[in-house]
C-alpha cells in the first residue's frame, strides 16, 4: 500500500502527473459540514505553478472538481472524491528518462520495484503534482479544524542561507498565521524575499536549484490529543509530512538543537496562567510523549534542492547497462520551497485532523 | 490506537513501567524461523539499565520470555508473545507526580487525556521501559533481516557537544555495523567516549541532564523497497522512531543539510558499478521517492536530554491549580543516549523489515 | 470508515446513486498488468440495469472510464482510479423519502448517522448503484485471479421458492463456471428460468417484489491460503459479501445444514488423488481452519426482496412525527438477484484476491 | 495478518493450544473505567471445558490473569493484556497428527501454509481454546457496553434435529438476555435441555459428535450505528463471528427465510411508538444499510458438527503420500455448541463495541 492515510479518515490519493486525471477520496467526513470550495481553490492556489518568477511555467488552473460526497454543496457522510484534470501534459519531454534516471529522482528506484513498468512521464505517481489533492484534502480538513479553533500555517524559513526570522514558539497564534496566509510570499519578514528570489533566479540562471526549511505552527489544539508510541503527534505528523516530496528531514520545537542543551535548559517549565496550564519556553514544540501539551505545535521540514536541474549529470543507462551523461528537458521548479509550504500545512491538517476524530 | 505497528506484521506493544510485566505481541511472523534467542537477549542487555556509571541503577534482567508462537523452539505461524517481568519497581517515589507534573514528561498531558487516570508510575505506558519489548521485537526483526542479509546498526554521533565521526554514507558497511555491536560502547572512534562520559557525569554531578544524536545506516536493502507518499520509508523509519522516547527530530542523508546545497551539489551521480547501479555520493542517504536506491540507508534522530533531573523546577499542582516547586525523586539516566542505540535500531528493524515484507 | 476494502491492495469506493459521478480506487496493485477492459465492461454489463423484463428500466451504459494507474493501458504500480457517470438520474422522485423512509432500506437510519444530512437522492451511497464500481474492481481482481487459474463464478440457486440445481461442490470446475458466465440466465439449468421470470413479473404485476439466493464458487485456489480467526477466508468474503445490498445471509459448504449432520456424515474423508490431496466430499466448502483446503470454495448467498415496492406501505414522517402512508414512485427491479450474480463475483474476488497477496 | 480485529480498538489474540500461555491484547480502550474480574471470569467459566456431561473432560481453571492495561483496577489508557496459562496439556496425543490431518480440521491446510512448521498439538493458533481469550475481551466489551444499556445474549437454538424457541425478534429484551445467562443451560425454553443432552450423549457414545445453532441478540443499541458497505454491522460481526471455530454460517433477522419472501411481507413497517421510530416486524433483525435500526439485532450462527470424533476415519499421510486410516485419540466435545454460547456472545461484543466507537 501506499497512498492512504489515516486511522479515522481515511484518504486515498490517486494519478500520476500525466494521467488523464489526479484526485483523492476522503472516507469518514462527519456529514452535515459544508465546504468553502473558493477557500479550497485559494489554498491551492497557492501550490500551483506557473504564478512567478521561481516557479515552473508549466500553468494549470488546478481547480479540484468534487464528483461525490456531497448533497446540495454539504458533506453527507459519503466518501468525497474530487479530481483535477492534467490539462497541460507534455509527455514527449519525459520520453527517454525511463532508460537514463534523474539523479535524486525516484526514477531509478521506481523502475526497479515496478521492473520497468512505472509511468516515467513527469514522474508517474511519484510527482509533486500529487501534492494537488494533498492539498484539496488537506485544505478541507483545516476548515474543519478552524470549526474547532484549531489554525494551521507555515512560513519559508530559510531558503538557502538566505533566512527568515522564526516563530516565537511561545506565542505564536492565530492572527500571525493568518496574516502569513494572506502576505504576498509566506514569510513573517517579507523583507527577506527580495535576497531569497535572488539566490532562487541566479541559481535558475546557472542551471542549478537550491533548498529550504519550512516552519509549520499549529494552534488551538487543546491538551491530550495523540496517542503513545507509534501513533504519537510526532509519528503522524512525520508519516504525513514526507509524504511531500523532497523532504529529508523534520524536528520538532528545539529539534536537533535541544541535543545540546542541559535538561534544566530544554524542560519547559509549567505554570498557570488564568486556570490554563501553560509552559514558559516551548522546546518541546507543543508536543510531550506524543500528546498535545496545549502549547503551539511547531515543526520544522528540511527540502533539499530540486533534484531536476538543467545542467549536465552523471547517470546510467538502464538497458544499454553503460554510464551516460543526461541533461533534463522540460520546466522545474529552481525551487519548490515556496510552493511546498501550503503542502506542508495540508499533510499537517491531515496527520492533526485525523488524531482530533480518533481522541473524541 | 496507539501502541500498533506494521501492515504486514502487526507489532502490538503493551505495559505500563509498573504494571505486572510488558510486552510485546507480533503478528505475521513466517513459520520456519527458529530465533536465536542468546542473541535477542545479547541485544536486550545493551538497552538494560543499571550496566554502567551513566545510566539509572535501577537494575533489572529484562528477559524477554517466549509465552507463544513457537514450537520447538521455530516460528509455527502463530502470533508470538513475549514477556518482561517488571521486578525492581519502586512505585512510592512516584506518588505526588500526578497532581505535579514533571516538566518535559507526558505527565501533563497523560493526565487530561485519560481524565486523571493515567498511570503515573515510572510514566506508565509512556515510561522509556516500553523500549524493552521494542528491542524485542526489534531483535527478532533483525535476525529475520540478517538472514536477506540486510543489516542495521547505529552509534553515538553525539552527547552534547562531543562528537563520534559520522558514518561515510557511500561505503558503510555490513562489517563496520557489526564490529560496532561489539564494541564497549557504539561509537565509531572509542576515544570519544571518556569526554562523553565526563559530560554526562558532570551533568549528574550537578543534578542535570545531556542529549544527543545518534546515527543510524542500514546496509544490504536492495533498489525498489518502499512505497510512494505516506508508506515510503522516510515516512515508516519516522513514524516508528519517533515511538522512542525523547527523540525530537529525524533527518536522513544529508538531511538539514541539503537545504543549504546547490542542487548540483546534492544530487548523487548514478553510474554502473560491475553491473549494479551505485551513486557516487549518497546525500539522498539511501532512499528516493520513498523508495530504496539500493545505497546504504543513512538517518540521524535528534535525542532531548533527560527530562527527569534533580535539579528543583516549576511546575504546577493540577489539583489546587496553583503553581508549584517540584524536585524529581528517584533513579534516573542524566543521559538516555547510549541506551537510546538499540532502540533506534530497533525501530528500524521494525519499519525495514514491515516494508521488505510488503514488497516480496 | 466505511468504504475501503482490503490489507494488500485498498479498495475504496466513492458516490453517491445521483452524485455526479461513482468510482474506485484500487491501491496495492502490481505494476506490469494489462487489464481486458473489453471484458472488464461485459462482466459490468451483466450487473447494468435497463437489460431485460424483470429489471429497472433505469438504463445506463455504465461504462467504467480508468483517469489513473495506467501507462499505455498497464498498471504502472500507481493506484488505479475508475468513474463511472451518472447520466440518467431523476432526483426528483426520490423528494419526498427524507421526510418518510422506505420501509427495509437505509433511509430511517442513515438519516439519524448523519443527522439529516444524508444524500436520499436514490439512496445516497447506500444505492445498490455503489456495485457498479464494486464490480470493476472485482472484474479487475477476477483478470488477476484468472493469470494465477483461479475462477470465480455464481449462479442463480433459486428465486423465492423455483430452485436451480446447485453446484456440485466436489467436481466444480473451471469450464463449468465460464460457460454460466456466456449462458443466457446464470442457471446450471437454464429451464428453470421461465418460472423464475414468471415468478418475478407477476410479482412486479402485483407491485411486489422477490428475493432469492445465488451460490458462488472458486476454483483453483491452492491449499494454505487464508489466515487463522479474523481473517479466514470466510471472515473476509463475509466482510466483502455483506457490501452487496439485500444480503441477510450466508453459508459455506454445507453451511446450515451441516448444524444437523453428524460428524460422521460432515467430516470430509481425504484421499489421494495423483499426488494431490483431496476430500471425497466438500461439506467444508474449501475452507478448514480459515484456510482454503484446495477443494472447491462454495457458499450462497441470501437476497431479501427488493425493499422498494410500488405496493403502499406503513411508514413515519420523521419531521412531524407521526405515522404516514407511503407509496414509493420511481424505477424499481422486482427482483435483483439476477444483477447481482456479478456483485456476488466480484465481492468475493476482492477478498479472494487480496488475501492471495497476502499468502504470496 | 489474522488475529488481530478492530478499527477503534485493537484486539490481538495470541497463543496455542498447548504453548505455554494463551491472551490477549486489547488497545484503545478509554481510561477510567473498572472491569468487573468476577464478573469476567464468570463469563469465561460458561466457556471452560470440564463442567459437564457433553462437554471435554480437559479441565483447566482458566482464569485469564491481567498483566498490564490497569492502574488501582481501573483502565489507564494503556493496552490491556491478559494471559491464561496452559496447564492442563497433553502434547503426546497428538504426535502423529502432523503426518496424518484429521479430516474437517485445519491440520492440512496448516501444514501446507506453514511448510509443516504449524503447531499441531491441540490444533496449535486454530485450537478452539483461543475462544477463551476472546471471550475474554468480550467479557469485557460487555462490560463496556452495558454501560451505555447495550445487552447482548445468546442461546441454542438447536441441536442437530432438536429445538428450541426462537426469540421474538420485535421483543426481546435485556431481561430475557440476562435471565438466559443465568439460567442452566442458555435455552428459551430449560425443558428442551433433556432431548439435547440425549442427542449429544448418544452420538458420543456412538464415538460420533453433532453440530447445532446459536442464536443471538442485541438489544439497546440506538439507531444510525454502524458503516455502509465494507464496515456495516452484518460485514463485521460476520467478520469476528467466522473466529469462532466450526461456524459455516450466520444470517441476520429473517435471513435465508427471506429469501423466499415477497417484499411486502418481508418489508417491517414503520410506526412511532411513544416518540421512537420502530418496525412492526423485524425481519431485518435491527440492520438496515449496514446500520442498526433501532431494533433488536438478531442473528443465527450455525455451527457444524465437532470435527473430532472417536471413529476411525479416511485420511491421508502427508509424508508418505498415501492414504491412511485414523483413529483420534484424546478428548474431545461431542458437541462445541453449548459451550460456543458465550463465544459467540464475545465475538458480537468486539463487533459491536469497535462500531460503536466508531460512531461517537
Chains 1, 2, 3, 4 share one sequence.
Not at 511561545?170 to 524575499?193: G, H, M, T
Not at 541535543?259 to 514544540?285: I, M, Q, R, W
Not at 520544522?300 to 538497458?319: C, G, H, M, W, Y
Request: aromatic letters at 6%; hydrophobic letters at 40%.
Amino acid at each position: 500500500m501506499s497512498s492512504v492515510f489515516g486511522n479515522c479518515i481515511k484518504v486515498s490519493i490517486f494519478g500520476q502527473s500525466h494521467s488523464e486525471s489526479i484526485g483523492v477520496v476522503i472516507d469518514g467526513l462527519r456529514a452535515g459540514f459544508k465546504p468553502d470550495i473558493d477557500k479550497i481553490n485559494a489554498f491551492m492556489k497557492r501550490r500551483a505553478p506557473g504564478q512567478n518568477a521561481v516557479s515552473t511555467p508549466r500553468s494549470e488552473a488546478d481547480e479540484a472538481h468534487i464528483i461525490s460526497g456531497l448533497a446540495d454543496g454539504v458533506t453527507c457522510g459519503a466518501p468525497l472524491c474530487a479530481i483535477i484534470n492534467n490539462t497541460n501534459t507534455r509527455s514527449k519531454d519525459y520520453s527517454k528518462l525511463k532508460e537514463v534516471p534523474r539523479p535524486a529522482h525516484s526514477d531509478f528506484p521506481a523502475f526497479v520495484k515496478h521492473s520497468g513498468f512505472n509511468d516515467i512521464r513527469g514522474g508517474g505517481h511519484f510527482s509533486a503534482r500529487l501534492t494537488a489533492p494533498l492539498c484539496f484534502a488537506g485544505a478541507l480538513c483545516m476548515q474543519l479544524l478552524e470549526k474547532e479553533n484549531i489554525y494551521i500555517g507555515a512560513h519559508i524559513s530559510s531558503i538557502k542561507d538566505v533566512h527568515d526570522s522564526d516563530f516565537d514558539m511561545v506565542s505564536v497564534s492565530k492572527a500571525e498565521l493568518e496574516k502569513l496566509k494572506n502576505a504576498p510570499v509566506p514569510l513573517l519578514n517579507q523583507e527577506a524575499w527580495p535576497l531569497m528570489e535572488q539566490t532562487i533566479l541566479s541559481a535558475k540562471a546557472e542551471g542549478d536549484s537550491v533548498g529550504g526549511i519550512i516552519e509549520c505552527a499549529c494552534t488551538g489544539l487543546k491538551p491530550g490529543v495523540g496517542e503513545p508510541m507509534f501513533d504519537g503527534i510526532e509519528n503522524r505528523i512525520a508519516q504525513a509530512i514526507f509524504a511531500v516530496p523532497a523532504i529529508k528531514g523534520i524536528e520538532f520545537g528545539r529539534g536537533f538543537e535541544s541535543a545540546k542543551l542541559f535538561g534544566s535548559e530544554n524542560n519547559d517549565p509549567f505554570y498557570f496562567d488564568g486556570g490554563e496550564v501553560k509552559t514558559k519556553t516551548n522546546n518541546h514544540g507543543g508536543i510531550l510523549g506524543g500528546l498535545s501539551s496545549g502549547m503551539p505545535i511547531v515543526f520544522r521540514a528540511a527540502f533539499k534542492p530540486t533534484p531536476s536541474i538543467a545542467k549536465e549529470q552523471d547517470s546510467v543507462n538502464l538497458l544499454s547497462k553503460h554510464d551516460e551523461k543526461l541533461k533534463i528537458e522540460g520546466r522545474h521548479d529552481p525551487c519548490v520551497v515556496l510552493r511546498a509550504v501550503p503542502c506542508v500545512e495540508a499533510a499537517t491538517a491531515l496527520a492533526v485532523y485525523d488524531l482530533l476524530l480518533e481522541n473524541v
